[in-house]
């Protein structure tokens, strides 16, 4: 079964350029994470998606920033405008339903560079 | 405070050697734990999970959890080079809630 899809890979834009990353979830998981890592901040979550429907969207640093699940399949993390600062790594994690918690899947993340 | 803790390291071990990796966190409600290990340059890979008190195995990772300490380990024995990695600390209270990371601990094991 494939894993978490990201694209893309890497991305390369001029500030003030719009930005759209990608996620397609493993089938069947619930739950849906956007994350940002950084050498600096580490590892940082941006938003998250319960059953396509976003449950906390309080690490979304400013109004540039907006996600969307418009079904079980595909979330969309947008930038607009971008600026450098936004460099980083991307993750889209997806959610497995468990006895307990969730378990989260990475996807293979995508470098995102502002110039 | 933050939700998780941990020691960013470096932590070095000799190959052979057990090494210990370490994690507090602060919300006694948090029910589920995760340890990822994170190559440079690629994304977190779970290696485990705990939910109940005491020891987990599988192969040469061991997880400890004392909820009442709010302490959660990782002993990874006989270590290879190609343990070396960053390895995270998650913490989350219950399906459908946000998983709190730690900042992760680098580990390199010496040949």
């Known amino acids: 079964d494939a894993g978490v899809i990201q694209s893309p890979r890497h991305e390369v834009t001029e500030m003030g350029q719009e930005v759209t990353l990608r996620c397609k979830p493993i089938s069947g998981h619930n739950s849906l994470f956007w994350y940002r890592q950084t050498m600096m901040r580490g590892l940082e979550l941006l938003i998250y998606?319960?059953?396509?429907?976003?449950?906390?969207d309080s690490g979304m640093p400013e109004d540039r920033f907006s996600a969307k699940m418009p079904n079980a399949s595909f979330s969309t993390l947008k930038i607009q405008p971008s600026e450098p600062r936004d460099s980083a790594v991307y993750f889209c994690?997806?959610?497995?339903?468990?006895?307990?918690?969730?378990?989260?899947?990475f996807g293979p993340g995508t470098r995102l560079t502002v110039l | 405070q933050k939700e998780v803790e941990q020691n960013s390291g470096p932590l070095s071990v000799p190959e052979g050697a057990i090494a210990s990796l370490n994690c507090t966190y602060s919300d006694r409600g948090s029910q589920s734990f995760f340890w990822y290990r994170q190559y440079s340059g690629k994304s977190p890979e779970l290696i485990m999970s705990?939910?109940?008190?005491g020891d987990k195995e599988d192969g040469r990772f061991t997880a400890q959890l004392n909820k009442a300490s709010q302490y959660v380990s990782l002993l990874i024995r006989d270590s290879q080079p190609s343990d070396s990695a960053t390895y995270l600390c998650a913490v989350t209270r219950y399906t459908g809630n946000q998983f709190y990371f730690g900042t992760g601990t680098s580990l390199t094991v010496i040949p």
């Open positions: 705990i939910y109940s008190n």
């Open positions: 998606f319960n059953n396509n429907v976003p449950i906390d």
């Open positions: 994690a997806s959610g497995h339903p468990g006895e307990v918690a969730d378990t989260q899947y």
